[in-house]
Nanobody, 129 residues
Framework: EQLVESGGGLVQAGGSLRLSCVAS????????IGWFRQAPGKEREGVSG????????YYADSVKGRFTISRDNAKNTLYLQMNNLKPEDTAVYYC???????????????????????WGQGTLVTVSS
């Protein structure tokens, strides 16, 4: 069971990035999945979750209206489109799944990370001011 993220990098404030996460070793479209981030000195927090079908999406207040989560079940791939990036978005971004639920409603907030079972290795996003 593996998740591999890509797409991080250095961007100026106001810019955009698109993260990808490719899953393997489990039935991707059976489960909700989401994006998490961890900034230096802070707890890992859930940023966004998406249901197994992709029909329901959830966002932390800090990214609502700027980030869009999506998935392509035919390609076993999760995406995070990040627009209007801010310096406070600087963090390592991870994709993760609890391999239990089909809805992503529990994937936001600092407690969500405790329930995830499969994690990617992370991709660094740095937003300069």
């Amino acid at each position: 069971e593996q998740l591999v993220e890509s797409g991080g990098g250095l961007v100026q404030a106001g810019g955009s990035l698109r993260l990808s996460c490719v899953a393997s070793g489990f039935t991707f479209d059976d489960y909700a999945i989401g994006w998490f981030r961890q900034a230096p000195g802070k707890e890992r927090e859930g940023v966004s979750g998406i249901s197994s079908s992709g029909g329901s999406t959830y966002y932390a207040d800090s990214v609502k209206g700027r980030f869009t989560i999506s998935r392509d079940n035919a390609k076993n791939t999760l995406y995070l489109q990040m627009n209007n990036l801010k310096p406070e978005d600087t963090a390592v971004y991870y994709c993760a799944t609890d391999k239990f639920s089909s809805d992503g409603v529990w994937y936001t907030g600092v407690r969500a990370a405790n329930f995830m079972k499969v994690w990617g290795q992370g991709t660094l996003v740095t937003v300069s001011s």
